[in-house]
């Protein structure tokens, strides 16, 4: 199981971390990633981290912005999002395929979370 938290309402050029706790001893080995949903929109790749975050991977949207990192307590997985602009608004869900090395597209997604609300106003 997977669950977000963290999202929030915030302005422009902003900041916001968002996070992600992963319950079940098969998600200590496992590659995570960050995908959102904006209104009207598919879902598109965020960010993406490997098993022991060696090797991530960001949407070039996002690049600069934002950091993807595993956290001290095993099974998390944190978005820590800056700069935030108003194109950043969207739902955002961690998931992962089960595997070692992270992957960028929505279609290898085996299991999601439930999703986190991130606002950014202008």
């Known amino acids: 199981q997977l669950v977000e938290s963290g999202g929030g309402l915030v302005q422009a050029g902003g900041s916001l971390r968002v996070s992600c706790a992963a319950s079940g001893r098969t998600f200590r080995s496992v590659a995570m990633g960050w995908f959102r949903q904006a209104p009207g929109k598919e879902r598109e790749f965020v960010a993406a981290?490997?098993?022991?975050?060696?090797?991530?991977f960001y949407a070039d949207s996002v690049k600069g912005r934002f950091t993807i990192s595993r956290g001290n307590v095993q099974n998390t997985v944190h978005l820590q999002m800056n700069n935030l602009k108003p194109e950043d608004t969207a739902v955002y869900y961690c998931?992962?395929?089960?595997?070692?090395?992270?992957?960028?597209?929505?279609?290898?997604?085996?299991?999601w979370g439930q999703g986190t609300q991130v606002t950014v106003s202008s």
């Open positions: 998931g992962t395929d089960f595997n070692a090395v992270p992957v960028t597209t929505v279609e290898e997604i085996r299991l």
């Open positions: 981290i490997s098993w022991n975050g060696d090797i991530t």
